[in-house]
């Protein structure tokens, strides 16, 4: 089992939709949550971080967390031809202190909204 | 402005040879980070280091060597030894107190064999 899995896509949505991507993690004891865009030939952006349970909604963003179920999910609202690009789930556990812990990605799910 | 700066965009290396892969940042990060991107998959950490003058091993570190003599710099050769070095290379920093700083990335490096 992959420590970080994020369903397979390509997910291809309209314009004006909700796009919705999933992450599963295996490591019961991850803290921090994040979600990274990454347009096709450049680096990852930050979009959003995901500490405790419950939603956190960010403008058209809303990412949910589920520690129990081991899942994070990011929903895009009123999808927009410019939110095409890939989204990364990546994972922190906290090794304690100051320590660096591991912070782990999936591989990526390229959305694509049409218009 | 405050960010990360990756030198050069686009790299070729030729057979046996060493390439250094640069990487500046002025956020004040303690932390800084390399990983490695392939086609279709996500990143993979190569190194990484907390503090000056000291670095650890991520999960791919064969084959690369890193140096952290400033806060600031942290730079990445790829050695003869790599024998796929073919990869989108992006540099990331973090505050490395708590667990809950996320990572930010530099623009890249895309290095290629000739």
């Known amino acids: 089992q992959k420590e970080v899995e994020q369903n397979s896509g390509p997910l291809s949505v309209p314009e004006g939709a909700i796009a919705s991507l999933n992450c599963t993690y295996s490591?019961?004891?991850?803290?921090?949550f994040f979600w990274y865009r990454q347009y096709s030939g450049k680096s990852p952006e930050l979009i959003m971080s995901?500490?405790?349970?419950g939603d956190k909604e960010d403008g058209r963003f809303t990412a949910q967390l589920n520690k129990a179920s081991q899942y994070v999910s990011l929903l895009i609202r009123d999808s927009q031809p410019s939110d095409s690009a890939t989204y990364l789930c990546?994972?922190?556990?906290?090794?304690?202190?100051?320590?660096?812990?591991?912070?782990?990605f999936g591989q990526g799910t390229i959305l694509t909204v049409h218009p | 402005d405050g960010g990360i700066t990756q030198s050069p965009k686009y790299l070729f290396r030729k057979e046996g040879q060493n390439v250094t892969l640069s990487c500046e940042q002025n956020l004040n990060h303690d932390a800084m980070y390399w990983y490695r991107q392939d086609p279709g998959q996500g990143l993979r950490l190569i190194y990484y280091?907390?503090?000056?003058?000291?670095?650890q091993k991520g999960d791919i570190a064969e084959g690369y060597s890193v140096s952290r003599e400033k806060k600031e710099s942290f730079p990445l050769t790829v050695t003869s030894a790599q024998k796929n070095p073919t990869a989108f290379y992006l540099c990331?920093?973090?505050?490395?107190?708590?667990?809950?700083?996320?990572?930010?990335f530099g623009d890249g490096t895309r290095l290629s064999i000739l």
């Open positions: 280091s907390q503090i000056v003058n000291d670095f």
């Open positions: 990331a920093s973090s505050i490395v107190k708590g667990s809950n700083q996320p990572q930010h």
């Open positions: 490591d019961r004891g991850s803290q921090s």
């Open positions: 995901i500490y405790s349970n």
């Open positions: 990546a994972v922190y556990r906290n090794a304690g202190g100051t320590s660096y812990g591991k912070l782990t």
